[in-house]
């Protein structure tokens, strides 16, 4: 049997095109930017005409997820866990609209927060959602379940969310395809014309029809097989594992686990069967990659019965990703462990690339600041954040996908002016320009950074929607054209910029500055392309 | 056959093609693999590790155990100390001697190269050095491999084949480079 050595992100990728998906929507954002980008790149994918599109945000992402299924086709939209916040309009009321072609939504949480502002967990917007939501333990199980959780989401008429963690995402394992590959679905609407107008009488009608449906999504769930029970021979202690954490705890045991196992990698939770391991053990233990979401519901607010162990009792860290020697330390078992680190071992945080734009704009922009009070500089979701770390200390906030600019507008509206914003060129068509319109409205004292390096750089160089585009934004917003100012971050243009910032920061009003020079990434990419093609 | 390998370096250094051959070798001896990467904001010039195993059997965790790696393969000294906790007492610690300082408080390199001489198996090999050599210095990553390879568990001539199939799309001349580079660190004896 051919087996394919893929990450659980293009596991995820490889399934989708396996199982007759349509199109894929997504912004990046790690650790989930690897399953767009894998089917962007299949030839498979390119022969079947699957669309495969970076889209502005994760909510625009989301719409047009919703739209293709709408028109009978299967969708998938992914995006990092915090993206799913800015989804979050879309996805819960598109459980409220059903699905009509199959649609997944796939989160890529971040526990230990290696790449993030958070480490919130994903499977509490599936509850909140009530729809079906699938935490595969390995690449296989990911492969293998999307083509369930379409097959689930055309029978339900619901979207089904996949969530998976940054261990999974980024491990490569040997993955077996299914041998028939799926044909697309064809163009075919809703029997209901209307079932997608959430006026309030449609929404109850529809909302009641999402509640009726949620004891069969509960039966699915302990029919599947991707909940499995597990029998053991000793019942002082029942387990319950979700996700990547069932590997943790076998790691443990390579001869077989004396205790039963309640491996879940399905929601709703499985009721019967939880029952069935609390019934028959002592005490239980649920060892889940995340928030303590089963360990919370098993012990309920007064936690009156057996004893359950977990994140909230400290048996396990109640922050943090797991991994094999934590869970050896809460089964009690004799951990092993290496040296220590030696004392002289220092950090060493990630850095702003030689030859980066970004820290020839931070230059400049710290000595236009020399003479202005600290703390006024609002700053966003990208490379430049890195900005806030020593040598440059340049920023003071980073807080959410946009929030420079409306940060910076709530800041001058206090009292801080001029209020200083910097943000991305991906960041700024991400959630940036409706600030913008806010600021203009109100001509509030802010000068705006953009920094244009032609691609959406952190996540490794995707497009990015505002290429070409920034100064036309901007003056069709509003700002006046004569404090539009594109300037080149170069250190022989050092002074000039300096000049220009500080021009702008003695104008009492809306300012859009835009630094504009290719990430240094890409540039070297594409001349080392460019120079084999040359030589071929 | 059973291995748990941690390759170590500085984001960028190119530790994913090393695990890749490694990974190449295994497959083709019908052999089980899981190996964890490191994308995102570390990649920026941050420490990154990626955990590599290699198995006759299943394998369970993507992450490998403190005290339990066989291998720290690292392409800069103070990085293979990093990771420390993963070493069993018997396991082989790789480590190229050029210092990757892209930090001020970079500590001092003796009292680095002393940690590492403390590990009871350790190889400090002068990788940058031995690559400016042969006037290639993007072989670096592949001395270390070849340092490291006798400690794998593969036979040599099974590295071999895995490097010609990894750079088989690149041309002759850059897989005898590579496989040059390769024997130099095979050959390298510490003092």
């Avoid at chain 1, 699905?99 to 967990?121: C, F, K, R, T, Y």
């Avoid at chain 1, 869970?327 to 040296?339: C, Q, R």
């Avoid at chain 1, 959406?456 to 006046?480: E, F, H, W």
């Amino acid at each position: 049997m051919n087996k394919l050595l893929l990450l659980g992100d293009e596991a995820i990728a490889q399934a989708a095109i396996d199982a007759g998906l349509s199109g894929i929507y997504a912004y990046p954002g790690t650790p989930s930017t690897e399953i767009p980008e894998y089917v962007h790149a299949s030839k498979q994918a390119k022969e079947l005409n699957i669309v495969a599109s970076w889209c502005a945000n994760e909510k625009t992402a989301m719409e047009a997820a919703i739209g293709m299924s709408y028109a009978g086709k299967r969708a998938m939209v992914t995006m990092k866990h915090v993206g799913l916040n800015v989804a979050a309009d879309g996805f819960i009321n598109a459980s409220i609209t059903g699905a009509n072609g199959g649609l997944i939504v796939v989160a890529a949480d971040d526990p230990s927060m290696h790449s993030s502002q958070n480490e919130q967990d994903s499977r509490f917007y599936g509850y909140f959602a009530m729809i079906p939501v699938f935490e595969p333990a390995n690449q296989q199980e990911a492969y293998d379940m999307v083509h369930y959780a379409f097959d689930l989401s055309e029978k339900y008429g619901l979207p089904t969310l996949i969530r998976i963690t940054t261990r999974l995402a980024h491990s490569r394992s040997g993955v077996i395809r299914k041998e028939q590959v799926r044909p697309q679905n064809s163009l075919k609407l809703p029997e209901d014309l209307r079932q997608f107008v959430l006026l309030p009488v449609i929404a109850r009608r529809n909302y009641k029809k999402l509640l009726s449906l949620q004891d069969k999504l509960e039966f699915e769930a302990e029919n599947s097989g991707y909940n499995q029970y597990i029998e053991g021979t000793n019942h002082s202690l029942g387990i319950i594992t979700c996700g990547i954490a069932y590997n943790y705890l076998m790691e443990n045991y390579p001869n077989g686990c004396p205790y039963p196992i309640l491996k879940i990698g399905q929601h709703p939770i499985p009721k019967k069967m939880v029952k069935k391991l609390y019934d028959s053990c002592h005490e239980i233990l649920v060892i889940e990659e995340g928030y303590p979401l089963i360990e919370d519901h098993l012990k309920g607010m007064l936690n009156l019965g057996k004893p359950v162990h977990g994140r909230l009792d400290g048996t396990l860290p109640r922050d943090g990703e797991l991994n094999p020697t934590l869970v050896a330390k809460a089964l009690g078992l004799p951990a092993t462990m290496g040296l220590p680190i030696p004392n002289i071992v220092t950090p060493r945080p990630p850095v702003l690339c030689k030859g980066c734009p970004h820290n020839d704009t931070y230059l400049a922009l710290n000595e236009a600041l020399k003479n202005y009070s600290k703390g006024r500089v609002f700053s966003d979701i990208g490379c430049y954040t890195l900005g806030a770390l020593p040598p440059l200390e340049s920023i003071n906030t980073c807080v959410d996908m946009g929030a420079s600019i409306t940060m910076a507008k709530g800041a001058a509206d206090a009292g801080l002016t001029p209020a200083i914003a910097v943000i991305g060129d991906s960041t700024f068509t991400h959630s940036g320009i409706t600030g913008l319109v806010d600021c203009v409205v109100h001509n509030s004292n802010v000068k705006i950074f953009i920094l244009d390096n032609f691609t959406t750089a952190m996540t490794g160089g995707q497009p990015s929607s505002a290429y070409n585009r920034l100064v036309d934004i901007c003056k069709g917003v509003g700002v006046p054209e004569e404090h539009i100012r594109v300037l080149k971050p170069l250190p022989k243009n050092h002074e000039e910029n300096v000049k220009a910032i500080q021009e702008e920061l003695a104008y009492n009003g809306v300012s859009v500055i835009i630094p504009q020079r290719e990430c240094i990434v890409t540039l070297n990419k594409r001349m080392r392309e460019k120079f084999k093609k040359q030589t071929v | 056959m059973k291995k748990d390998i941690i390759l170590a370096g500085v984001g960028g250094q190119g530790i994913i093609s090393l695990a890749a051959i490694i990974g190449l070798a295994a497959l083709n001896k019908g052999m089980y693999l899981k190996q964890s990467e490191v994308h995102g904001m570390s990649q920026r010039g941050g420490d990154v590790m990626s955990n590599l195993r290699i198995s006759d059997n299943p394998i369970y965790s993507d992450l490998i155990p403190c005290g339990q790696a066989d291998l720290i393969i690292s392409l800069e000294p103070m990085e293979s100390l990093r990771y420390l906790p993963y070493l069993n007492p018997h396991g082989w610690l790789i480590a190229n001697k050029a210092p990757y300082v892209n930090i001020p408080n970079y500590p001092n390199l003796d009292d680095i190269y002393k940690e590492i001489t403390r590990i009871e198996k350790h190889v400090l090999i002068p990788a940058d050095e031995l690559a400016k050599e042969i006037g290639n210095e993007k072989v670096v990553n592949m001395i270390v491999l070849g340092a490291s390879a006798p400690h794998l568990g593969f036979g040599k001539e099974e590295m071999l084949d895995a490097i010609r199939q990894m750079f088989k799309n690149k041309g002759e001349d850059v897989v005898n480079q590579n496989i040059q580079a390769f024997e130099i660190g095979y050959n390298f004896k510490q003092n």
